[in-house]
């Protein structure tokens, strides 16, 4: 099964600062996802992206995220000022087009965010 | 909205015991059904799924089937293995031009030898 490569696995960061997370997909995956779970609590969704395009985002995504691929390939999550309540773990997670009609999601190994 | 509900953890097993893991679903329209596993460090893996009403997911002995009428997707297993330790959370997907997958709270499950 391809796997979702994603990068850094681990950042540390001051509050404030800007924070890229990078998914690496395969090229014939339709829909990308990022969700964050904060330590011991739930999965959240906060985005979905197609096309190049976000097809629907969350209340938690607001005007501090943005999501873009920028060259065809990385699928990037930005925040932009971070707060100490953006610490959790982000996972990016793809649909691919034999079980587009299942819903069925795979997972990257999450990228954990911590913001002093 | 669409929610998912499934019992708090953790739950606490002997090896070889039966586990369940009870998880209910509010929704619109008619969504597929999924078990995730997350294992210590990890991210989440699919464990099972069911796309529409009777179907029984099945894998690694786990099972769950889709029930219309109660609204639930229980995950059991017949006889538990350390190895199972692990966060299972139910989820459901909706298709709304993209499926958005709606999680429960997660279980914490740990087996002792």
């Known amino acids: 099964e391809p796997e979702v490569t994603q990068t850094p696995s681990h950042q540390v960061t001051q509050m404030g600062q800007e924070v890229i997370l990078r998914c690496v997909p395969i090229?014939?995956?339709?829909?990308f996802y990022w969700y964050r779970q904060i330590l011991g609590q739930k999965v959240e969704f906060l985005v979905s992206f197609y096309n190049n395009e976000i097809s629907e985002k969350s209340e938690i995504f607001d005007d501090q995220f943005s999501v873009e691929r920028p060259d065809g390939s990385n699928f990037t999550l930005k925040i932009r000022s971070t707060k100490l309540e953006d610490s959790a773990m982000y996972f990016c997670?793809?649909?691919?087009?034999?079980?587009?009609?299942?819903?069925?999601?795979?997972f990257g190994e999450g990228s954990r965010l911590t913001v002093l | 909205g669409d929610s998912v509900t499934q019992m708090e953890g953790p739950v606490t097993l002997s090896e070889e015991a039966f586990l369940t893991i009870n998880c209910t679903y509010t929704a619109t329209g008619y969504p597929s059904l999924f078990w995730y596993v997350q294992y210590p460090g990890e991210g989440l893996q699919l464990l099972l799924k069911?796309?529409?009403?009777?179907d029984k997911g099945s894998n690694k002995g786990f099972e769950a089937t889709y029930r219309k009428e109660t609204t639930s997707f229980h995950l059991e297993k017949g006889s538990v293995q350390v190895s199972d330790s692990a966060v299972y959370f139910c989820?459901?997907?909706?298709?709304?031009?993209?499926?958005?997958?709606?999680f429960g709270a997660g279980t914490r499950l740990f087996v002792k030898a």
């Open positions: 997670a793809r649909q691919q087009r034999d079980t587009i009609g299942t819903g069925e999601l795979f």
């Open positions: 090229s014939n995956h339709l829909y």
């Open positions: 989820a459901l997907a909706t298709n709304t031009g993209g499926f958005k997958t709606i």
């Open positions: 069911a796309t529409k009403a009777d």
